[in-house]
């Protein structure tokens, strides 16, 4: 079996290799932006990111009846080979999730440092799905009153977006459709632009569920934002209005890539020998993060252990390179994004028993683990 493979995975040879090894599958490395029609006649599957658009016609003069892709967004494959019978698809949802979950708190943890928002504030959560429970879950071990609202889900805790929409903070964690009941194609428009006056967003989603042209005229709303509308080129005036502006990094943990590449193989893998094969992470001592006298004294100051998400992930930092940039570093940013941690692997253990007001504390932390 021929596996056409993203080159941006490359770096992942070695663990790519024990989930698909040589004897058995071939691995051809292409350019995701540019892949031809070339390069996929004798492939037999393709294992891809976002940036790589697929579609029956593209596909109609290979063999490729397996199409992996490592990230959670379903739109750049399209419907009729997703609904086709003639293809297995796959798509990685859920294995980045605790990743944007970081990326949130990071930025949550910002606007606390920046007295932005407080932990006495609340969140509005839109979409229910594997992100935004394991947020809720998060946001509930932070002591810190959240909503949330999904319209294909029947749960008597869920609200309307009016609630959402009341909160402080609403963050975005739905998938792009255009068509059908519920479309998030543009979901936040002019029709309710007012109802988030002096509100923050977060949009970790996609560019196209926020009308950037009405965002545009909202002075009063704290936009912040990691993914745009017409990527990689970015609308520049959108970008410096966005408070943190990011190259749609949310789910770039190390963690959250190898999740995400490791259940993508194995989904191969399976197409072929239909077997399981499992990896496990290892932990990240949470010392190298923070010390636990920083730890401690920011959480008994702000209610929140301020530098526990942004030490490992200086979103600020990043924020001010894509500025200045004028987001022309789009892919450069995306591709060099640093090898950091999701916080649920960081350990603890040396933090226990030195502060008994923590204990119960990181005991939250340790069980959203699950």
Same mark, same amino acid.
């Given at each position: 079996?021929?596996?056409?493979?993203?080159?941006?995975?490359?770096?992942?040879?070695?663990?790519?290799?024990?989930?698909?090894?040589?004897? #058995?599958?071939?691995?051809?490395?292409?350019?995701?932006? &540019?892949?031809?029609?070339?390069?996929?006649?004798?492939?037999?599957?393709?294992?891809?990111?976002? @940036?790589?658009?697929?579609?029956? =016609?593209?596909?109609?003069?290979?063999?490729?009846?397996?199409?992996?892709?490592?990230?959670?967004?379903?739109?750049?494959?399209?419907?009729?080979?997703?609904?086709?019978?003639?293809?297995?698809?796959?798509?990685?949802?859920?294995?980045?999730?605790?990743?944007?979950?970081?990326?949130?708190?990071? @930025?949550?943890?910002?606007?606390?440092?920046?007295?932005?928002?407080?932990?006495?504030?609340?969140?509005?959560?839109?979409?229910?799905?594997?992100?935004?429970?394991?947020?809720?879950?998060?946001?509930?071990?932070?002591?810190?009153?959240?909503?949330?609202?999904?319209?294909?889900?029947?749960? &008597?805790?869920?609200?309307?977006?009016?609630?959402?929409?009341?909160?402080?903070?609403?963050?975005?964690?739905?998938?792009?459709?255009?068509?059908?009941?519920?479309?998030?194609?543009?979901?936040?428009?002019?029709?309710?632009?007012?109802?988030?006056?002096?509100?923050?967003?977060?949009?970790?989603?996609?560019?196209?569920?926020?009308?950037?042209?009405?965002?545009?005229?909202? =002075?009063?709303?704290?936009?912040?934002?990691?993914?745009? &509308?017409?990527?990689?080129?970015?609308? &520049?005036?959108?970008?410096?209005?966005? #408070?943190?502006?990011?190259?749609?990094?949310?789910?770039?943990?190390?963690?959250?890539?190898?999740?995400?590449?490791?259940?993508?193989?194995?989904?191969?893998?399976?197409?072929?020998?239909?077997?399981?094969?499992?990896?496990?992470?290892?932990?990240?001592?949470?010392?190298?993060?923070?010390?636990?006298?920083?730890?401690?004294?920011n959480f008994h100051a702000h209610d929140f252990p301020l530098g526990m998400f942004t030490s490992e992930f200086p979103i600020n930092e990043i924020s001010d390179e894509f500025k200045q940039a004028c987001g022309k570093n789009f892919l450069q940013l995306r591709s060099s994004h640093p090898q950091r941690r999701d916080f649920i692997n960081f350990n603890f253990n040396d933090f226990f028993n030195r502060d008994e007001s923590m204990d119960k504390f990181l005991n939250n932390l340790v069980r959203l683990r699950g």
């Amino acid at each position: 079996m021929l596996v056409l493979i993203d080159k941006e995975f490359f770096k992942y040879s070695n663990l790519i290799e024990k989930i698909l090894p040589k004897k #058995y599958f071939k691995k051809s490395f292409f350019v995701g932006t &540019e892949l031809t029609t070339s390069e996929i006649k004798s492939a037999d599957a393709i294992l891809c990111r976002s @940036v790589t658009k697929l579609n029956q =016609e593209f596909l109609k003069d290979s063999q490729i009846s397996v199409i992996a892709s490592a990230t959670s967004g379903t739109d750049h494959i399209s419907d009729d080979l997703i609904n086709s019978k003639n293809f297995q698809t796959f798509f990685s949802s859920g294995a980045n999730a605790w990743s944007v979950v970081h990326y949130v708190m990071a @930025v949550i943890e910002t606007l606390i440092a920046e007295e932005l928002f407080s932990s006495q504030k609340s969140v509005g959560i839109i979409g229910y799905g594997n992100i935004g429970k394991r947020l809720g879950k998060t946001l509930s071990a932070f002591n810190i009153s959240w909503h949330a609202n999904d319209p294909f889900l029947e749960d &008597e805790n869920l609200v309307d977006l009016e609630t959402i929409f009341n909160c402080d903070l609403i963050t975005i964690h739905t998938p792009f459709t255009r068509v059908g009941e519920d479309p998030t194609f543009q979901l936040i428009n002019k029709n309710n632009i007012k109802s988030l006056t002096n509100k923050i967003i977060i949009n970790t989603s996609r560019g196209g569920i926020v009308d950037e042209k009405v965002l545009l005229q909202s =002075e009063s709303i704290l936009y912040i934002s990691d993914v745009w &509308e017409n990527e990689p080129k970015v609308n &520049e005036s959108v970008l410096k209005h966005a #408070y943190i502006s990011t190259p749609h990094i949310a789910g770039h943990s190390l963690d959250g890539k190898r999740g995400s590449l490791i259940d993508a193989c194995k989904f191969i893998r399976t197409a072929k020998f239909l077997d399981k094969i499992e990896h496990s992470y290892s932990a990240l001592e949470a010392s190298k993060i923070i010390t636990f006298d920083t730890f401690v004294n920011n959480f008994h100051a702000h209610d929140f252990p301020l530098g526990m998400f942004t030490s490992e992930f200086p979103i600020n930092e990043i924020s001010d390179e894509f500025k200045q940039a004028c987001g022309k570093n789009f892919l450069q940013l995306r591709s060099s994004h640093p090898q950091r941690r999701d916080f649920i692997n960081f350990n603890f253990n040396d933090f226990f028993n030195r502060d008994e007001s923590m204990d119960k504390f990181l005991n939250n932390l340790v069980r959203l683990r699950g």
